[in-house]
């Protein structure tokens, strides 16, 4: 089956700190890879894309390559600022898995501090 | 103008009751979704409608039944509530069956707790 890994939080950074969130996945297919953001109250908002290997998604200052061979999309930003404070999920949709609906990773909790 | 919009926000009620929670999207999509989030932040897809007929069921209790009027809405009733049933309950809708438009919309969630 489909599932994504991502790594534990929460991540804790200082304003202005470089940030990479890891992302792993197991497809039976030939996945599209997404990022979810989720703000405190609120509900999960797409954050970026990529549909097909050597892609990258770029939204907002985050960017994430699609790496077909590490079976990987790293969640990264150069800068981060408190605003960015959030869970952020991975996830894929395998139109070959014979379902639909999209498969989430746990999520990881991003806490910036001024 | 709310996208997808889910009410209501916040619902405590108590065990055994029969609750309803309600979804409406204005996005002309053809499917919608449900999802439960845990208290871990764990998101797992409860049911999906496109064009009226239910293509995921996954293992969630047959207390849990989802209702789609019609394509703009996708009602989720839940009988006889258990404590295990406290979560945020999301819905989503999405362009066409499967993931041609590239993402889903996410109403903002209900969160329900059970006492």
């Known amino acids: 089956g489909n599932s994504v890994t991502q790594m534990e939080g929460p991540v804790t950074l200082s304003e202005e700190a470089f940030l990479t969130i890891n992302c792993t996945y197991t497809?039976?297919?030939?996945?599209?890879l997404f990022w979810y953001v989720q703000y405190p109250g609120e509900g999960l908002q797409l954050l970026l894309k990529?549909?097909?290997?050597?892609d990258k998604g770029s939204n907002k200052g985050f960017e994430a390559t699609y790496r077909k061979e590490t079976t990987s999309f790293h969640l990264e930003k150069g800068s981060v600022q408190v605003s960015d404070s959030a869970v952020y999920f991975c996830?894929?949709?395998?139109?070959?898995?014979?379902?639909?609906?999209?498969?989430f990773g746990k999520g990881t909790h991003l806490i910036i501090q001024p | 103008d709310t996208a997808v919009s889910q009410t209501p926000k916040y619902l405590v009620t108590q065990m055994g009751n029969d609750k309803s929670i309600k979804c409406e999207q204005n996005l002309g999509h053809d499917t919608m979704y449900w999802y439960k989030q845990d208290s871990k932040k764990f998101l797992k897809i409860m049911f999906s409608?496109?064009?009226?007929?239910?293509?995921i069921n996954e293992t969630v209790p047959n207390r849990f039944s989802p209702k789609s009027p019609d394509k703009a809405h996708l009602n989720l009733h839940i009988n006889s509530l258990e404590l295990g049933d406290s979560a945020v309950y999301f819905c989503?809708?999405?362009?066409?069956?499967?993931?041609?438009?590239?993402?889903?919309?996410f109403g903002s969630g209900t969160r329900l707790t059970v006492v």
């Open positions: 497809a039976t297919g030939y996945p599209s």
């Open positions: 996830a894929l949709y395998d139109s070959g898995g014979g379902a639909d609906g999209l498969t």
């Open positions: 989503a809708s999405s362009q066409g069956y499967g993931l041609r438009s590239g993402g889903y919309t």
């Open positions: 409608y496109n064009n009226k007929e239910l293509i």
């Open positions: 990529a549909t097909k290997a050597d």
